[in-house]
T-cell receptor, first 113, second 112 residues
Framework: GENVEQHPSTLSVQEGDSAVIKCTYS??????FPWYKQELGKRPQLIID?????GEKKDQRIAVTLNKTAKHFSLHITETQPEDSAVYFC????????????FGSGTRLQVQP | DGGITQSPKYLFRKEGQNVTLSCEQN?????MYWYRQDPGQGLRLIYY???????QKGDIAEGYSVSREKKESFPLTVTSAQKNPTAFYLC???????????FGSGTRLTVV
């Protein structure tokens, strides 16, 4: 089955700096890669996603890049703000077989004011 | 709240007891999922259902059971066979399997 590894497990940045979280996946059949943000005590919320026919997607301060050859994808947050502090999860899904999401272990992002 | 409701929010179980966690959605989604969240381990898939009256085991199905008798409901039973049930349980749904998830607010289960 699919395996997703996520790094780093914790990340601390100064307000205004950029943050990058990286994930690798094992199954080349995976073709959908969402990112979720989970604030303390709340449910995960989808913040951005990318499909395998696209190399990059951007939504305001958030962008995701995908390298299918290397089987990794990354979340980029620019001009970080204290409200970006949360746990971020990457995930991957295949289009055939078991099509449920496989999640990474999460990254706790702390933005220091 | 958000179209998918989990109850209860907190649940305490004595060892040897079975407990059932509720998950109801009014989003008309076909697919539903149960994940377990432990610190530092992300979300691990317990069971999922693509359609009514059908469900599949995930990565950590041992000690759990589910049913999908109605499109709106996907209850999870944590049986006494689950040796380490203390965790945060998240239910999710999606329009179909290849769409993004909407999560419930979760149930925190503690064995006392």
């Amino acid at each position: 089955g699919e395996n997703v590894e996520q790094h780093p497990s914790t990340l601390s940045v100064q307000e205004g700096d950029s943050a990058v979280i990286k994930c690798t996946y094992s199954d080349s059949a995976s073709n959908y890669f969402p990112w979720y943000k989970q604030e303390l005590g709340k449910r995960p919320q989808l913040i951005i996603d990318i499909r395998s026919n696209v190399g990059e997607k951007k939504d305001q301060r958030i962008a995701v890049t995908l390298n299918k050859t290397a089987k990794h994808f990354s979340l980029h947050i620019t001009e970080t703000q204290p409200e970006d502090s949360a746990v971020y999860f990457c995930a991957a899904r295949m289009d055939t077989g078991r099509r449920a999401l496989t999640f990474g272990s999460g990254t706790r992002l702390q933005v220091q004011p | 709240d958000g179209g998918i409701t989990q109850s209860p929010k907190y649940l305490f179980r004595k060892e040897g007891q079975n407990v059932t966690l509720s998950c109801e959605q009014n989003l008309n989604h076909d697919a539903m999922y149960w994940y377990r969240q432990d610190p530092g381990q992300g979300l691990r898939l317990i069971y999922y259902s693509q359609i009514v009256n059908d469900f599949q085991k995930g990565d950590i199905a041992e000690g759990y059971s589910v049913s999908r008798e109605k499109k709106e409901s996907f209850p999870l039973t944590v049986t006494s066979a689950q040796k380490n049930p203390t965790a945060f349980y998240l239910c999710a749904s999606s329009l179909q399997m290849n769409y993004g998830y909407t999560f419930g607010s979760g149930t925190r289960l503690t064995v006392v």
